[in-house]
């Protein structure tokens, strides 16, 4: 009688008896733990400045709260209030109307400004103010003509002043207006006709059918994107400084650098610390509580309304009003400005200045995208409370500004320097300085800190496109948490993760706050290099270095073109 074979295994016996062994073992293994260690050390990280500005504050005593009360805080509070308030209503007007011509009615040029509107986005809202400060101010050319032309004197004749409060915010409005723009028509887009046209066949108007069915139902786009210009807004330092507008962004920045006064500092960082997080809690629960629901079985596409005459000249005019005044005019006063001054961007300074600003941009560009993907990774390996909150804290950063992060970081650091200092001269007689504050190190964990949550967005997008059963056939195959990160999910994501790295190098490259207050000694970016030759009213100089922002900016907003033009 044959005997059976059972101590010569096949080769698929041998894999059905390695395999589940070292599946069972790797959820828990080495892997996993370094990277659940990586991705909770970024989020420790991402939540210091926010719990240092608090500490900090609540150290800082009742003398500087009850001064700042008496003072400046209530100035601070209500000019910051106005600025928001002007900017939202001004980007949702801009955003939501451009975006319901372009995805509703048809007429001539639709489709170029379906894709154009998106191009102010490339400015930052300083260099916008640069280019019309140029223009309107009482030298510029404008009020020159019309002095020439009239023969008025400086007080014969009222000009809107730019630098104010009111051109703060129509410089911003003209540069964010493409976040409600974008988030708004791809609700529109979403959109079924079949409530619409129900309203149409129940008596309603077009418009009325627009303002009581479509626009309610696109409401929590708009809202997502209204909150996003808000948080710019707040965030926003170079544009206000510059017009002398007093917001809590600019007192920070004083309290620091000119009145020495860290307390203060820390308590008006506090305070737009806790409106930021505000908004962002607002944002998060009008997201989960607006839900729309289509009733029907098919999605009816909206049929466009073909305009003709006056009604397609006046689409035509609103589309391309933002469109020239936030990118083509200002390109051209920019450009203008930059050829006729003396700054040669060739010079050793300049590429000195160009050099710092792409190693600033990329360092921190390849650290936060690596941050990203810890985290990202640890959220779909081990998905739990721990892993999810440690993405809600990384996410943070995009809600606090840039000064916030700046004086959170720097508290902690400078204690930790002169603690060490002065243990080190106490024990061994030798003076250590600052080893951490003012560093470029420091510098790229503030950026790291704030751009965390746009190159996890980007991450988390790609990463929704990999089926769950892509990992577990790699992880059944014997592969190791970060061997499927390596071999199965980074070559998959790799278009993802080059737009996350595009995304925050160009972010980095157009900040202002932190790198004026974190930059190390005689480290000077494009950034600063243009804000401070405008501070000095030198605006044909400023134009270079903002011309050199702006064509590295263009980069993700062409890129952002091409992928609304294959979504029509």
Same mark, same amino acid.
């Given at each position: 009688?044959?005997q ?12 059905? !008896?390695?395999?589940?062994r070292?599946?069972?073992?790797s =959820?828990?293994?080495?892997?996993t ?16 400045? /926010?719990?240092?500005?608090?500490l900090?504050a ?9 001064h ?5 805080? =209530?100035r ?27 995805? /509703? ?9 379906? #894709?154009?509107?998106?191009l ?9 103010a640069y ?6 101010? @009482?030298?510029?050319?404008v009020?020159? !003509?019309?002095?020439?032309v009239t023969?008025?004197?400086?007080r014969?004749y009222?000009f809107?002043?730019?630098?104010s ?5 129509a ?5 964010l ?14 959109q ?54 007093? !917001?809590?962004?600019t ?9 020495a006064?860290r ?11 806790s ?12 997201r989960?509580?607006?839900?729309? @629901?289509?009733?029907? +079985?098919? @999605? /009816? ?15 035509m ?7 020239f005044?936030?990118?083509?005019l200002?390109t051209? #006063? ?30 921190a ?14 959220q ?24 916030v ?11 930790f ?9 106490a024990?061994f ?5 600052l ?25 988390e ?9 892509m ?9 190791s ?5 390596r071999?199965? @999910?980074?070559?998959?994501?790799? =278009?993802?993760?080059?737009t ?9 490259? +157009?900040e ?5 207050? /974190?930059?190390?000694?005689?480290f ?31 980069? =993700?907003?062409i890129?952002?073109?091409r ?6």
């Amino acid at each position: 009688m044959p005997q059976s074979e059972p101590d010569i295994p096949t080769r698929a016996t041998a894999a059905t !008896t390695v395999a589940p062994r070292r599946f069972g073992r790797s =959820p828990s293994g080495r892997g996993t733990r370094v990277l659940a260690g990586v991705a909770l050390s970024v989020a420790a990280m991402c939540l210091l400045p /926010m719990v240092a500005v608090a500490l900090a504050a609540m150290t800082g005593g009742t003398d500087t709260v009850a001064h700042l009360m008496e003072t400046v805080l =209530p100035r601070y509070a209500g000019v910051t209030l106005l600025l928001v308030v002007m900017v939202a209503l001004g980007t949702m007007a801009i955003g939501v109307a451009a975006a319901w011509l372009v995805t /509703m009615t048809r007429f001539p040029g639709v489709r170029l400004f379906e #894709i154009v509107l998106v191009l102010p986005l490339a400015f930052p809202a300083y260099v916008l103010a640069y280019a019309y400060t140029y223009v309107l101010d @009482h030298p510029g050319i404008v009020q020159s !003509t019309l002095r020439d032309v009239t023969g008025w004197g400086p007080r014969d004749y009222w000009f809107p002043e730019i630098r104010s409060l009111e051109g703060a915010a129509a410089m911003l409005i003209l540069v964010l207006y493409p976040y409600v723009y974008l988030l708004a028509r791809a609700a529109f887009v979403q959109q079924s006709a079949t409530a619409f046209l129900a309203a149409r066949v129940l008596g309603n108007s077009a418009w009325t059918a627009f303002w009581k069915v479509s626009l309610p139902m696109a409401r929590p786009a708009i809202a997502g994107g209204v909150l996003l210009a808000v948080m710019e807004t707040i965030a926003d330092f170079g544009t206000v400084a510059y017009f002398g507008v007093q !917001t809590f962004a600019t007192g920070i920045y004083t309290a620091w650098f000119t009145m020495a006064d860290r307390a203060a500092a820390a308590q008006l960082a506090l305070c737009l610390l806790s409106f930021a997080l505000l908004l962002a809690l607002g944002e998060r629960l009008q997201r989960g509580r607006a839900k729309y @629901h289509e009733t029907g +079985k098919r @999605h /009816m596409r909206m049929p466009p309304t073909r305009l003709r005459g006056w009604r397609a000249a006046l689409a035509m005019l609103l589309c391309a009003t933002p469109v020239f005044l936030g990118f083509a005019l200002p390109t051209a #006063i920019l450009i203008d400005m930059g050829l006729s001054s003396e700054q040669d961007l060739l010079s050793r300074r300049y590429v000195g200045f160009i050099r710092n600003s792409v190693t600033l941009a990329g360092v921190a560009a390849v650290i936060t995208v690596l941050a990203a993907v810890c985290i990202g990774s640890y959220q779909r390996l081990r998905p739990g409370r721990r892993s999810a909150g440690a993405g809600y804290i990384a996410r943070l950063g995009y809600s606090v500004p840039g000064g916030v992060i700046a004086v959170g970081l720097l508290v902690p650091f400078a204690a930790f320097d002169n603690a060490l200092d002065a243990w080190m001269e106490a024990t061994f007689g030798i003076s250590t300085g600052l080893l951490i504050t003012g560093s470029i190190w420091l510098l790229v964990a503030a950026y790291m800190v704030r751009f965390l949550a746009a190159a996890l967005g980007a991450y988390e997008g790609g990463q929704a496109l990999v089926p769950s059963s892509m990992d577990a056939a790699a992880r059944s195959l014997g592969q190791s948490p970060l061997g499927l990160l390596r071999r199965v @999910h980074l070559p998959i994501l790799t =278009p993802s993760l080059l737009t996350a790295l595009l995304i925050v190098f160009v972010d980095v490259m +157009k900040e202002l706050p932190a790198t004026l207050i /974190m930059r190390p000694f005689n480290f000077d970016t494009l950034a600063v290099q243009a804000y401070r030759l405008a501070s000095d009213e030198r605006l044909e100089g400023a134009a270079v270095p903002s011309l050199v922002i702006l064509a590295v900016g263009l980069l =993700p907003v062409i890129l952002l073109c091409r992928q609304v033009g294959r979504q029509r």
